[in-house]
């Protein structure tokens, strides 16, 4: 395996390039540094027929079969941690440890849901039949994959597609396509040929794919306004659809908290990744009997907090990983200036070319700012007071979106009770970012629609087939 060579897309376990290039910029730069292949038509239909084709042996090995099939290639990962890594900070953004943590999890992720299986369930036993509920695969899954988590979000796809007994064309995101089409690589002496099989392209590529007859299931991690397309485009053939879409998330703070700590989980969970994650709190409510202290405890953080190229050493927060999204989290900084709203900018970060943007805070600004009103996705974070619970609890709510919450509070029985009134998919008390390959993940209002993760998430690959068994001839 050699990660210095020229990155090919991966169809019916071949190597393919195209006689038509993309570059693919380091955000930290600003600057091209690798090119990759562009797929079209051509090569979107090559992929599917590969993948019709492996079909029906892949879906033929059982659950044992493919399960071995996949430890074997989450194993693989293992020896190439640090070039991954490397790879991904390129492309990405994040610090390389950051970088190596992703994917590291990634092949964990591989290993924990290849261990899952859907068993056959008897709903029914009498003395005149049985009645079975089985899961079937459904046939071949386009993957679309994001730019902020482009390997660990890769195998909440993967995993749970290919041990079901489907087979995949996986798109990765043309801001970050080298990882995803590297692993193709890797994998290609140990999947079977067209089981797996990922194309790159630009945006014209993943349209096609949701048009494409041959996809049984679309599943799609994105913005929500894209989100709602591929749902439109799905609904053509009725194709099979999983959609983890944008959230607005909202934290409760209670004031019988602990500031230091909470400080800083409230940091790490709006600023990790540069806030470039789904699930991350992107609006702050803050009782105010503790909302100063928490102000000022989180703006020394942004303060001390180092915003560089993630391949150097002590840098704990990447650039923006793309220029469209750089740009849009610099309109909504200036328009807060603009609107005269207090801004508590930490650190400075790098000059040049990179799409850097410093740590920021914005102090109590009214709920219908677009800092607070639209995701940033970046690290803009407005801090808001409040002072009456049920109050909060409908601001938190006056969203389209519902992903993910958290609740803040020594006193676990009130912020259970705040969670239940919470319109999200995921709650934590007093955590933030947790998820796992064993539970479910969903979205309320526009923030989703399907199940990522668990027995759920699982189930979303297969499709149901009741089968009803005699046992004696009726009379």
């Not at 071995?68 to 492309?91: C, G, M, N, Q, W």
Request: aromatic content about 8%; some cysteine; glycine content about 8%.
């Amino acid at each position: 395996m050699n990660f210095a060579s020229a990155c090919t897309m991966t169809i019916a376990g071949r190597a393919v390039t195209t006689g038509r290039l993309m570059d693919v910029i380091n955000p930290a730069t600003g600057k091209p540094f690798a090119a990759v292949p562009v797929a079209g038509a051509d090569e979107l239909n090559a992929a599917v027929d590969a993948a019709q084709a492996a079909l029906p042996a892949w879906k033929a090995l059982g659950w044992d079969g493919r399960r071995e099939v996949l430890l074997r290639a989450a194993k693989a990962i293992e020896p190439h941690v640090d070039e991954f890594a490397a790879l991904f900070t390129a492309e990405q953004g994040r610090p390389l440890d950051q970088a190596k943590g992703e994917i590291q999890l990634g092949a964990y992720w591989l290993k924990a849901v290849s261990r899952q299986q859907l068993d056959d369930e008897v709903v029914e036993d009498t003395d005149a039949r049985r009645v079975i509920v089985r899961h079937d695969p459904l046939g071949v899954v386009a993957a679309i994959v994001p730019w902020n988590f482009p390997f660990l979000l890769a195998m909440w796809k993967i995993a749970p597609a290919l041990l079901a007994g489907n087979t995949m064309v996986l798109k990765p995101s043309p801001f970050t396509p080298l990882c995803s089409l590297k692993l193709a690589e890797l994998w290609r002496d140990i999947l079977p040929a067209g089981v797996y099989n990922v194309i790159s392209g630009e945006n014209d590529l993943g349209p096609l794919m949701t048009a494409h007859p041959g996809f049984a299931k679309i599943s799609f991690t994105g913005s929500t306004a894209t989100g709602k397309r591929v749902m439109e485009a799905a609904s053509r053939d009725l194709k099979r659809i999983t959609l983890e879409l944008g959230g607005n998330d909202a934290a409760i703070v209670m004031p019988d908290v602990d500031v230091p700590s909470v400080a800083q989980k409230l940091f790490a969970g709006a600023f990790y990744n540069s806030a470039q994650v789904c699930i991350a709190t992107k609006r702050l409510y803050i009782h105010n009997d503790v909302y100063e202290p928490i102000r000022d405890a989180m703006h020394a953080l942004a303060q001390q907090a180092v915003v560089g190229d993630g391949a150097q050493q002590g840098v704990q927060f990447g650039p923006i990983q793309n220029r469209m999204q750089y740009d849009r989290v610099i309109a909504l900084l200036n328009g807060a200036r603009e609107q005269g709203l207090t801004i508590l900018e930490g650190r400075a970060v790098p000059p040049g070319d990179g799409y850097f943007v410093p740590i920021t805070l914005i102090d109590n600004p009214p709920e219908d700012a677009p800092v607070v009103a639209e995701e940033a996705f970046g690290p803009i974070l407005p801090l808001l007071r409040f002072s009456d619970v049920d109050e909060v609890i409908a601001r938190a709510n006056a969203s389209e979106y519902g992903l993910a919450g958290a609740v803040w509070s020594d006193d676990i029985d009130q912020a259970v009770e705040i969670a239940g009134r919470m319109e999200t998919g995921t709650v934590w008390i007093n955590d933030n970012l947790q998820s796992g390959p064993h539970i479910p993940f969903a979205g309320a209002k526009q923030s989703g629609f399907g199940v990522e993760n668990g027995k759920d998430g699982l189930r979303e690959y297969t499709a149901l087939k009741t089968v009803f068994i005699p046992k004696k001839q009726a009379d």
